[in-house]
C-alpha cells in the first residue's frame, strides 16, 4: 500500500512517468497532452465574448496565491504543480501574479487561499454592481478557490485540481443523468446538501451534462466524482434501472480495455471519488471548454504578457509534495457554489 501511494503521489505531480507506466497506476489518467494549446500573447480568436454565463473570457488565467498558501513552501509547490498539470490537459495557461500590482486592472482573477475548506464557485464571475464600485476605490477582484482540508491539501493534489477545476467552469460528476441508472444518493447525504448531486440547468456548468452541445458520458474515474460511500447501488429490480453498476464497470472500462484486466466491481467502488489525477474525460470538457465552443476563447485576453512586472507563467515547483491519499469514507469538504446562486 506505501508503494502504491508513492507512485500516486509521483503521478500526479507528473515528474515520474517512467515510473507510473511501468507500475500500471496511470491507466485512468489523462495521457494525451491538450492539441488547443496557444502561446499567451500570439495571434489567436478575436476577443469576442463567451456566449455561455460564466465561461472563462480568455485561455490565459490570472492567479494569485495568497500569503498564507505561501507561507506554507509544500502547499505552495502542490497547487503550481497542480496548476501545470491542469494546463497540460486543458488547452488553458496560469499566470501567476503578484496582487499588488492589479489594482489597476478590470478583469477578475483566480485567488486560491488556504482556508482550511474545499470549495469555490463554478466558473468566471463577472463584476457585480458592488464589485464595480469596490474596483473604483482599487479593492481587489478574487475569484476565490479556498483550499487547505485534508482533501485538498499539500498531500492530495487531486483535490487542490478539484476545486480549480469548480472555477474553469467544471461541475460535480454525480450530478450527470446517468448516474440515477446506476447510484441513488443515500438519504443522510441528499438531506444534508442536495445541491453537490444535481446538474445545474445553465451556465458554463450544464455544458458538460448537454448531450446536445457536449457529448459525455458518465465518468466514475472523473476527479470531480464524490465517493462511493455516498451513495448506494440501484437494484436490478427497480423500474427504469439500467444494467447493474458492476456490469456497467466492466463494459465502459474492462472490456473496452481502458481498464487493466484485474479491475473489479469490488476494486471500482472503492476507487469512486477518490481518482489521483485528471481523469481523459476531464481533459476532454477541459479542452471543449478552453476552444470548443463557439467563438473560441482568446489565447490571452487579459494581455498578461505585456505585464511583465505584474505576472509571469506559472513555474514548476522544486519540491515534491508527500501524498498521503489512501482511499477514504470520511466525508470531503469538496463543495461547488454555483456563481448564479
Not at 185 to 191: D, M, P, T
Not at 207 to 216: S, T
Not at 311 to 318: G, L, M, T, Y
Request: net charge neutral; proline share 6%.
Amino acid at each position: 500500500m506505501l508503494r502504491l501511494l508513492a507512485i500516486h503521489a509521483a503521478c500526479v505531480s507528473g515528474l515520474v512517468l517512467t515510473l507510473c507506466e511501468s507500475a500500471g497506476a496511470q491507466w485512468y489518467c489523462a495521457t494525451k497532452p491538450a492539441t488547443n494549446v496557444c502561446t499567451p500573447g500570439a495571434a489567436g480568436p478575436s476577443a469576442a465574448a463567451p456566449n455561455v454565463s460564466g465561461l472563462w473570457p480568455t485561455r490565459t488565467v490570472p492567479v494569485v496565491l495568497s500569503g498564507s498558501v505561501k507561507r506554507r513552501e509544500v502547499l505552495q509547490a502542490a497547487v503550481r504543480d497542480t496548476l501545470l498539470n491542469v494546463a497540460k490537459f486543458s488547452g488553458y495557461n496560469f499566470f501567476e501574479c503578484d496582487e499588488t500590482k492589479l489594482k489597476d486592472s478590470t478583469f477578475n482573477y483566480m485567488y486560491i487561499d488556504d482556508t482550511d475548506e474545499c470549495q469555490a464557485e463554478v466558473g468566471y464571475s463577472k463584476l457585480n454592481a458592488f464589485q464595480r464600485l469596490a474596483s473604483a476605490f482599487k479593492f481587489p477582484k478574487r475569484l476565490v478557490v479556498e483550499i487547505g482540508a485534508s482533501r485538498c491539501d499539500a498531500g492530495n493534489q487531486a483535490g487542490i485540481a478539484h476545486e480549480i477545476m469548480h472555477r474553469l467552469g467544471v461541475e460535480h460528476e454525480q450530478g450527470h443523468p446517468d448516474r440515477s441508472k446506476y447510484l441513488t444518493v443515500k438519504r443522510s447525504q441528499w438531506l444534508s446538501d442536495p445541491g453537490q448531486f444535481i446538474a445545474p440547468a445553465w451556465g458554463v456548468g450544464a455544458l458538460r451534462f448537454d448531450k446536445e452541445k457536449f457529448v459525455d458520458t458518465y465518468d466514475i474515474l472523473s476527479v470531480m466524482h464524490y465517493p462511493f460511500s455516498y451513495f448506494d447501488e440501484v437494484k436490478a429490480s427497480t423500474p427504469n434501472a439500467a444494467t447493474p453498476f458492476s456490469k456497467f464497470i466492466e463494459d465502459k472500462y474492462v472490456k473496452s480495455k481502458l481498464a487493466p484486466s484485474n479491475f473489479s466491481f469490488d476494486s471500482s467502488r472503492s476507487f469512486l471519488g477518490q481518482n489521483f489525477c485528471v481523469s481523459s474525460d476531464d481533459a476532454k470538457f477541459l479542452q471543449y471548454l478552453a476552444s470548443g465552443i463557439e467563438p473560441a476563447l482568446p489565447c490571452d485576453g487579459f494581455k498578461l504578457v505585456s505585464m511583465t512586472d505584474a505576472c509571469h507563467p506559472v513555474q514548476a515547483s522544486k519540491i515534491l509534495a508527500v501524498a498521503s491519499m489512501s482511499p477514504s469514507t470520511e466525508k470531503p469538504s469538496v463543495k461547488a457554489r454555483t456563481s448564479s446562486r
